[in-house]
């Protein structure tokens, strides 16, 4: 492959002005094709096959006039301090915001809260929900606007008006803060190169691969419906690894240059080493995030490949584009006064103080990862509702109005549904569910036309996150119901419930999952068997110290108010099983990185610890880079104005923090050192099994100093 790889980029290098021209096509066309083409994006968590969803599917099919599945949104209307909503002007008021709220586009149904006993005890707020035609994914800003608008007139004459529900929930944005982490990554790229160019030429080549990936993917969401959150997964993963598989190569094409070759070799010989490694690495980044797909959860499939598909752009650009680009730099990548590749560096003092002190510093890596995992143990896991939003938000008020106004319990309402039943076994059913222990009230049941199919709805005592809550859905699920009738119990709590339970089961098959895949990739490259088992370990490491950070963070409050996290709530379902395919490719970036110098090294026949020493001196600098690259630009998310969005880059970069600084650059030295040559252990059955894939670039760079082939071909 690494001569595969030193002809492309040679042939890049000659033709360079063919290779840009070719990409600003392609990234034009599908710019084109994003602003003509993209569809709406999608809010909705739906897994086809729970209890849940199949009862939404059963009432579409028997009884349609329900209208389930279609977007809500719950106005909630408080009276002035020590007044009451059933009198009066306020009464007046209230009804009037009804006959607003009925002129809402796309609203299909409204309830009059004085009709339908909405009113609290106190009779100081009420509730109206409006049901809509369509989906949550389907309304625009527009729509949204138009109902919250309906308020002006009751907050003029006093009331207090706040709405939730998943029609108010809008497509998450990326704002001017996300920048923050490019703006971090220029100047570790600058202090890194000494040169301007140099650590422009990964920005630039990075944010090329970015916007050909989401152009791409907004092209497709013209013709398959995507989750809202798709495209910030993509630009995360895209920018940090197009940086830094950019990085990497620039960093050994500067080496190239160093030893005295010309720009065009230069070039091809970095492309035809450090390329192998950007393309292993690649493809444990690119199997992590497919393997999504086969945990049976469609949105996080759809995330995970327009991921990998980013990530697959950024391998490409990285061999053809960068190499391209490099032909226009030539010499100027070089700082003004280069350090001299033999004097001894940071990197190498540091690799030799852990190789004296090896024991003493794995124990204290270690310990220092269990301790950070510890509030791991006490993860709770849940779906965004009105209650995780921001305090100041309308859905928030809302939600805490309801609460203040009716308990808790009405933010989270059952919806129990009998199929092939009969009056008698409904009615059987209903009075069985008041009777379990968090059950605040039962309605009366509505039935189809052929009254074989009834639903009624079950205000639970406890919020919607409540693990009582969850408890008293199992509970209602396994009631026996008479006459041959089946029960199921759906609603959006439910279905969030349903959602949290499928990730958790998915989380153990999935992480087994990529670990053999990657470690057999990982055999591979490094021909040895605890090479991989020990980067595996330390993943696992990572991970498992990532979860008790996120935890501390976002579950239980701490330092929150330093990251702007504006509330805490139980940690988001789909965020460990997100984490874990993540990281794991990002933490292979590192290993590869680091790790393939120590290699070549060694299989040069430098004695084992110096080849750790030696190998640790060369990758390092780079390796720590690329992480503070990656940490600024995950970071940089933390501001976004959604939990999800702020978990996610919390968690992607203090896995990264911990995984290189701590993993990497603590732990596998350490671990490299105290096994010695024992590390590059490979049974002689399996060296004859496995192909050699001469990552390192072996066999390219023994050709090329022979002159004996390629220079010409």
């Given at each position: 492959m690494a001569t595969l790889l030193y002809r492309l980029a040679r042939f890049s290098f000659r033709r360079r002005w063919l290779v840009v021209a070719v990409w600003a096509v392609v990234l034009g066309a599908l710019g084109l094709g994003a602003l003509t083409l993209s569809g709406q994006m999608s809010n909705s968590v739906t897994i086809p096959g729970t209890e849940s969803q199949q009862a939404i599917d059963h009432l579409k099919e028997r009884f349609p006039q329900a209208g389930v599945g279609?977007?809500?949104?719950?106005?909630?209307?408080?009276?002035?301090?020590?007044?009451?909503?059933?009198?009066?002007?306020?009464?007046?008021?209230?009804?009037?915001?009804?006959?607003?709220?009925?002129?809402?586009?796309?609203?299909?149904?409204?309830?009059?809260?004085?009709?339908?006993?909405?009113?609290?005890?106190?009779?100081?707020?009420?509730?109206?929900?409006?049901?809509?035609?369509?989906q949550a994914s389907e309304l625009t800003e527009g729509d949204r606007d138009a109902v919250t608008a309906t308020a002006d007139a009751a907050r003029e004459a006093g009331l207090t008006v706040e709405f939730g529900g998943d029609a108010l929930q809008g497509m998450p944005e990326t704002g001017a803060t996300e920048g923050l982490g490019v703006i971090v990554a220029a100047i570790v790229l600058t202090v890194t190169f000494g040169s301007v160019v140099a650590a422009g030429l990964p920005l630039l080549t990075a944010l090329i691969g970015v916007g050909v990936g989401m152009t791409g993917i907004l092209t497709v969401s013209g013709f398959t419906e995507l989750n809202s959150n798709t495209p910030i997964l993509a630009l995360m993963l895209g920018l940090a690894v197009g940086i830094d598989y950019a990085l990497f190569i620039v960093s050994r094409y500067r080496h190239e240059l160093g030893e005295g070759h010309e720009p065009e070799k230069a070039a091809a010989r970095s492309v035809g080493t450090a390329g192998s490694a950007v393309v292993f690495a690649g493809l444990t980044v690119i199997i992590a995030l497919v393997g999504l797909t086969v945990v049976g959860i469609p949105f996080l499939g759809q995330m995970g490949v327009a991921a990998a598909g980013t990530v697959a752009v950024a391998v490409l650009i990285a061999l053809t584009l960068l190499p391209a680009v490099l032909g226009f730099a030539a010499r100027k990548v070089l700082g003004r006064k280069p350090k001299s590749p033999h004097g001894r560096t940071n990197g190498e003092r540091w690799a030799r103080f852990v190789a004296r002190r090896r024991v003493p510093v794995l124990l204290a890596a270690v310990a220092g990862l269990v301790v950070i995992a510890i509030p791991a143990l006490g993860m709770q896991l849940g779906l965004p509702n009105d209650a995780t939003a921001a305090p100041d938000s309308t859905q928030r008020k809302a939600y805490d109005l309801v609460t203040a106004g009716f308990g808790p319990g009405l933010n989270g309402p059952l919806v129990v549904v009998l199929s092939d039943t009969t009056t008698a076994a409904t009615t059987s059913a209903a009075d069985e569910i008041s009777r379990l222990g968090d059950v605040a009230t039962v309605t009366q049941p509505q039935y189809n036309a052929q009254r074989d199919t009834a639903m009624f709805t079950v205000i639970p005592k406890s919020g919607p996150s409540s693990t009582d809550t969850e408890k008293l859905v199992s509970d209602i699920r396994g009631l026996p119901v008479s006459e041959n009738a089946k029960l199921s119990v759906t609603g959006q709590t439910a279905l969030q419930i349903d959602v949290s339970e499928k990730l958790a089961k998915a989380m153990l098959p999935y992480l087994l999952l990529i670990v053999g895949l990657a470690f057999l990739l990982l055999m591979l490259v490094f021909r040895s068997v605890i090479v991989p088992l020990k980067a595996t370990l330390g993943f696992l490491g990572s991970v498992a110290a990532t979860f008790g950070a996120v935890v501390a963070v976002f579950q239980w409050g701490w330092l929150d108010s330093l990251l702007g996290v504006k509330s805490t709530a139980p940690i988001m379902s789909m965020l460990p099983i997100l984490l874990i395919g993540v990281l794991f490719g990002l933490a292979m970036d590192y290993q590869v990185f680091l790790v393939t110098r120590m290699r070549e090294e060694h299989v040069h026949g430098t004695e084992a610890q110096q080849a750790m020493v030696t190998g640790f001196r060369h990758g390092s600098r780079v390796v720590v880079a690329a992480a503070l690259?990656?940490?600024?630009?995950?970071?940089?998310?933390?501001?976004?104005?959604?939990?999800?969005?702020?978990?996610?880059?919390?968690?992607?970069?203090?896995?990264?923090?911990?995984?290189?600084?701590?993993?990497?650059?603590?732990?596998?030295?350490?671990?490299?050192?105290?096994?010695?040559?024992?590390?590059w252990w490979l049974p002689k059955w399996l060296d004859r099994v496995l192909p050699n894939v001469d990552v390192e670039g072996e066999k390219l760079t023994k050709h090329l100093d022979d002159g004996k082939v390629l220079e010409n071909a």
């Amino acid at each position: 492959m690494a001569t595969l790889l030193y002809r492309l980029a040679r042939f890049s290098f000659r033709r360079r002005w063919l290779v840009v021209a070719v990409w600003a096509v392609v990234l034009g066309a599908l710019g084109l094709g994003a602003l003509t083409l993209s569809g709406q994006m999608s809010n909705s968590v739906t897994i086809p096959g729970t209890e849940s969803q199949q009862a939404i599917d059963h009432l579409k099919e028997r009884f349609p006039q329900a209208g389930v599945g279609g977007a809500t949104a719950r106005v909630a209307i408080a009276a002035p301090d020590g007044q009451q909503l059933t009198t009066g002007e306020n009464k007046a008021a209230v009804e009037r915001l009804v006959g607003e709220l009925k002129t809402a586009p796309k609203a299909k149904a409204i309830t009059d809260p004085f009709q339908t006993g909405m009113v609290s005890p106190h009779g100081n707020v009420a509730l109206v929900q409006v049901s809509y035609g369509v989906q949550a994914s389907e309304l625009t800003e527009g729509d949204r606007d138009a109902v919250t608008a309906t308020a002006d007139a009751a907050r003029e004459a006093g009331l207090t008006v706040e709405f939730g529900g998943d029609a108010l929930q809008g497509m998450p944005e990326t704002g001017a803060t996300e920048g923050l982490g490019v703006i971090v990554a220029a100047i570790v790229l600058t202090v890194t190169f000494g040169s301007v160019v140099a650590a422009g030429l990964p920005l630039l080549t990075a944010l090329i691969g970015v916007g050909v990936g989401m152009t791409g993917i907004l092209t497709v969401s013209g013709f398959t419906e995507l989750n809202s959150n798709t495209p910030i997964l993509a630009l995360m993963l895209g920018l940090a690894v197009g940086i830094d598989y950019a990085l990497f190569i620039v960093s050994r094409y500067r080496h190239e240059l160093g030893e005295g070759h010309e720009p065009e070799k230069a070039a091809a010989r970095s492309v035809g080493t450090a390329g192998s490694a950007v393309v292993f690495a690649g493809l444990t980044v690119i199997i992590a995030l497919v393997g999504l797909t086969v945990v049976g959860i469609p949105f996080l499939g759809q995330m995970g490949v327009a991921a990998a598909g980013t990530v697959a752009v950024a391998v490409l650009i990285a061999l053809t584009l960068l190499p391209a680009v490099l032909g226009f730099a030539a010499r100027k990548v070089l700082g003004r006064k280069p350090k001299s590749p033999h004097g001894r560096t940071n990197g190498e003092r540091w690799a030799r103080f852990v190789a004296r002190r090896r024991v003493p510093v794995l124990l204290a890596a270690v310990a220092g990862l269990v301790v950070i995992a510890i509030p791991a143990l006490g993860m709770q896991l849940g779906l965004p509702n009105d209650a995780t939003a921001a305090p100041d938000s309308t859905q928030r008020k809302a939600y805490d109005l309801v609460t203040a106004g009716f308990g808790p319990g009405l933010n989270g309402p059952l919806v129990v549904v009998l199929s092939d039943t009969t009056t008698a076994a409904t009615t059987s059913a209903a009075d069985e569910i008041s009777r379990l222990g968090d059950v605040a009230t039962v309605t009366q049941p509505q039935y189809n036309a052929q009254r074989d199919t009834a639903m009624f709805t079950v205000i639970p005592k406890s919020g919607p996150s409540s693990t009582d809550t969850e408890k008293l859905v199992s509970d209602i699920r396994g009631l026996p119901v008479s006459e041959n009738a089946k029960l199921s119990v759906t609603g959006q709590t439910a279905l969030q419930i349903d959602v949290s339970e499928k990730l958790a089961k998915a989380m153990l098959p999935y992480l087994l999952l990529i670990v053999g895949l990657a470690f057999l990739l990982l055999m591979l490259v490094f021909r040895s068997v605890i090479v991989p088992l020990k980067a595996t370990l330390g993943f696992l490491g990572s991970v498992a110290a990532t979860f008790g950070a996120v935890v501390a963070v976002f579950q239980w409050g701490w330092l929150d108010s330093l990251l702007g996290v504006k509330s805490t709530a139980p940690i988001m379902s789909m965020l460990p099983i997100l984490l874990i395919g993540v990281l794991f490719g990002l933490a292979m970036d590192y290993q590869v990185f680091l790790v393939t110098r120590m290699r070549e090294e060694h299989v040069h026949g430098t004695e084992a610890q110096q080849a750790m020493v030696t190998g640790f001196r060369h990758g390092s600098r780079v390796v720590v880079a690329a992480a503070l690259i990656m940490i600024s630009v995950f970071a940089g998310f933390v501001l976004a104005d959604t939990t999800l969005i702020q978990s996610i880059g919390f968690a992607l970069a203090f896995g990264v923090l911990v995984d290189a600084f701590v993993v990497r650059m603590t732990i596998v030295p350490a671990v490299m050192s105290l096994l010695g040559s024992k590390a590059w252990w490979l049974p002689k059955w399996l060296d004859r099994v496995l192909p050699n894939v001469d990552v390192e670039g072996e066999k390219l760079t023994k050709h090329l100093d022979d002159g004996k082939v390629l220079e010409n071909a």
